[in-house]
């Protein structure tokens, strides 16, 4: 079983930045690929980054430049280091684990950017 806290959204003007962390509890976090998703209003929920046991990163192509996903694996953190902000990336973000097929999800932090 695996639990995942997020922190960090709240509301930043466009171009701002904001640092979102992920506190998983739980046995071998390491073996985790850890993702970050979003969802906003009225939209299906999307992947925006994920990092592997291996520290293999890809990024939604709308993030690229922009967003960097990192692990502390002696912490069981994961982080979303968001620059250049802008309006667009309003959304509900959600922390993932996903391990041996199973999926598990964080409550959500919201961040808001002002144009």
């Known amino acids: 079983q695996v639990h995942l806290v997020e922190s960090g959204g709240g509301l930043v003007q466009a171009g701002g930045s904001l640092r979102l962390s992920c506190a998983a509890s739980g046995s071998f976090f390491s073996r985790n690929t850890m993702g970050w998703y979003r969802q906003a209003p009225g939209k299906q929920r999307e992947l925006v980054a994920s990092i592997t046991s291996a520290g293999i990163t890809i990024y939604a192509d709308s993030v690229k430049g922009r967003f960097t996903i990192s692990r502390d694996n002696a912490k069981n953190m994961a982080y979303l280091q968001m620059n250049s902000l802008k309006p667009e990336d309003t959304a509900v973000y959600y922390c993932?684990?996903?391990?041996?097929?199973?999926?598990?999800w964080g409550q959500g932090t919201q961040v808001t950017v002002s144009s």
């Open positions: 993932n684990a996903l391990r041996v097929g199973i999926e598990y």
